[in-house]
Structure formats: C-alpha cells, structure tokens
C-alpha cells in the first residue's frame, strides 16, 4: 500500500509535542509492514537540518493557486532516519514557515490551509497517487475538504483520507475567509451546519470539523479517548459532530518506541534490565539516590516526569508529594511548566524540600535523566484531568515502575487496577483511582506504599505483569493498516 502522511510535526526534525512521535513511529512501523510511506511536511526555518539526510530540492515551481492568484513554492526532499519525507518551501511575503516556531501566530490557520493545500496540489502535479492519505490535527484539517470538493475531479480521484486527532482542545477555528484563499468558495454551501460551520460559533469556520465530516475514517489516541470525546465535554464541542460521524469513528492507542524505550537495551541508565533480571533494577534506584543525594534507606520512591500543565492535575501532584512522604516514601519530579504562576509554585516548592533527604524537584527538561528516573523509581504517578493517549504511563510499565493513575483517556485503556480491575491477575498492573481530588488519589498511593512495604512478593509480581506489556507499534500499526484496508477503494 502506498501510504502518504501530510503532518505538521514529524519527530525528531519537527517536533513539539507527542503529535511528532506518532507520525514518525508509525511510518517506521507501516514501512516495517512493507507499505510505502512518504512524510508531506512544511519546510520550517527551525527543522533540526542537522538530522535530514540528503537534501534536495525535487521540484522547482510548484505553483499553488492561493485566493485570486498562485503562490510558488519548491519542494525539497530529504531522509529522517530512513523515513522519506518532503517538504514544502512557499516563496511568498507571508513568510509562513520561517517564524522560528511551529505554531503560535495570528495567522496559523491560514498558514497550515496553505500548507494543506500546497500538499495536495504537490501531490497532484507530480502524479502522486497514494493509496491513502493520513492526516493529523487541525492543521491538516482541511485536506480531505480540497480533496474531496476539487482535486477528486481533477487527478485525485482513489485516494482515500485517514485522520487522526490527538488533540481536540485546538481546532482550528477561523474566519470565512479561507474559503476564498483555498478555492473553495461558496460560502453558502461551506458554512451549513453539517459541513463546516463551527458548532457553537456560526460566524467561523472549524477545519477539525471539515476533517470529521469528509475523512473516510477518522481516530483519536486511545479507544476510551474516542468515547470521551463524544459522551463527555472533552470532544471540546465537537461532541455531537462525532455521535454523528460514529460509525466511522475509532480509537487506537500510540505505540511507544521500544528502541528508545527498554530498560534491555537503554544506554542512559545505570544498568541494563528485563522481566527475566528484574533485580538490575535495583542498581538504577542506588544511581537515581546518588544523582539527587536521597537517603538510601528501606523506602519505595514514587516519580512523576512530565510538563506541569493544569492538564496533568498539578495540584495532584502536589499532593501526592506530600502524601508520599507521610506515608514512608521519597518523592522526585521531573518537570517544567510553560505557566509563570505554576513554575513559581514548584520553585517554592523545591526551596521548601531542599534539605530533605527523601524528596528532589527537578525543574527542567531533561530527557536523559527522565530515562533514569523512569528506571530508578518504584511508582510512578499520573494524576491527569484528561489524558488522550499518554505515553508515561506506558514507558513506566516497561521500566518495571508501578503506575498509579487517574482513571481517563488512554490512562484506563492500559493501566489495570490490582484489587480492581476486572481482568485475571496476571494482566493487573497498577493502581487507579477515579475521582480528581485528593483522598481519591490517598487512597490508591495508599495501596501502593502499603503492598510495597507489607507484600513485596506481590508487589514484585504486579511490576513483572507490567513489564511484559506489549506497548511498542506493534499493534497500532496493526490496528492503521485494518482501518486503510476498510477505507480503500
Ligand atoms: P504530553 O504529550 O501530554 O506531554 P505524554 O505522556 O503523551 O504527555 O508524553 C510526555 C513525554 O514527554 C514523555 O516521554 C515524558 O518522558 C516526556 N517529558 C515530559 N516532561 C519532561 C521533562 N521535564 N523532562 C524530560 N522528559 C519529559
């Protein structure tokens, strides 16, 4: 099959948030399959260059019809570890894709609709005819409307389109001026509630809306995320576009990188680890004490790693500091937040434990020493609000770290509760909880400490449990390829 993944972000060249991850690690794991698979980016003026090999431009004068005339463009071509990918380089005054950044500018709609624009027309004139063309987010929104509305009657006529959101909390929203820049027009035809007229905004344009209602198949990060998204406000408004759209509506989880992920091969931490040596472990906890001068003492260290972002339950988190130390354990976090107030907060907080032999804040972003924490801690908290996918969680299973997490989104499609879960004991995993307030969140660390110091056999069992999880792309890839088939023509 040959597969083309139109995207604003590709790891590593490109990357600001798991959206990166995921179009990578899934073109690796869909070129493993045998499929052919070609990665359409925007030629930022901030790719990591230092990590393309062999680039090229392939094709000089692009030509993309824009409102009442065409911007030219030159597509460049280049490998990101073995992943083919292109990469759309418009020269016009808008300078869309040399601002320093991915995203964050007044006119982001308008710079990705052109980017998604100029994929398709790329696509076009080159006599590109992939099988199907998977697209991510907001941004790219817009393809399977041009798709559909124009280039299917003039070339692109058995492509089928796979869209997946990862996030619903940014949509896209814009005026109706697009319509006229992307050659859609007819604003009467467009602005129907059915079509793309925002749900709660009838003067706006919602491009997630657009890539709903045309997709032959759209996903979102976690079968549980698929089903909050419709039923509970976290579809962010598009609720019952969703419930609509149903039947061709899914959730697949992410895949986690195993070549960068597992403590048998991982060259960051102390010593190298699998369920048949899970007592190397033991030896990361002893690097993980002395990188951040914790008492060695008989106690379960309890982690947390990722941004500080109300998203995450920040004041969970802080309770569940407090909490672990009340209850015998030491406590390290790994995290930064983009918000001054919650930054200043954790500052305080670090100031406040700094002498205190069982706790350690960590307030930056380091991804070397995540490895070792992931590998060195006993439980891993993940006390999030809302959650699509989440990787944490899963990482931290691989590593023999006993999640304890907030029963949302991806959260409950993998972690499995010891006592409660309704699966036989040896697929249980972890600890959950369900409420977002403290005791909530008491009780189940409550557990964990508790089986920890009074059953270590048990507690030995449910880590191994976890390690043998199988997170990688594997099933993902799976999972993708099932739905392409159903949606080819
Ligand atoms: P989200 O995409 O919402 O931030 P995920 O759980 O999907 O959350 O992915 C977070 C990833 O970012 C994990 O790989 C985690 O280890 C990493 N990460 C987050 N914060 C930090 C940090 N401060 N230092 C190192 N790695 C971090």
Known sequence: MYIVQIASECAPIAKAGGLGDVVYGLSRELAWRGHWVEIILPKYNNLR????????????????????????CSVWQGYTFNRRCYFIEPHSPDNFFNRGAFYGFPDDAVRFAFFSKAALEFLLKTGRRPDVIHCHDWQTGLVPVLLFEIYKFIGLDRQRVCYTIHNFRHQGICGGNILWLTGLNRPEYYFHYDRLRDNFNPGAINMMKGGIVYSNFITTVSPQHSWEARYTGQGFGLGHTLQVHQVKFGGILNGVDYEEWNPEIDGRIAARYGSATPDAKYANKEALRD??????????????VGRLDPQKGVPLIKHALYYSLSQGAQFVLLGTSPEPGINADFWRLKQQFNDNPDCHLELNFDEELSHLIYAGADLFVVPSLYEPCGLTQMISLKYGTVPVVRAVGGLVNTVFDKDYADRPLHERNGFVFHQSDTRAIESALYRAIGLWYSFPDHFRALMLNGMRYDFSWNWPGHHYCQVYDLIRA
């Open 49 to 72: 260059y230092d990590l393309i090999m062999g680039l090229e431009v392939i094709y000089h004068d692009l030509w993309v019809p824009w409102g009442n005339g065409a911007v030219h």
């Open 291 to 304: 990188r951040f001068w914790l008492r060695k003492d008989y106690k379960p260290i309890v982690a947390f």
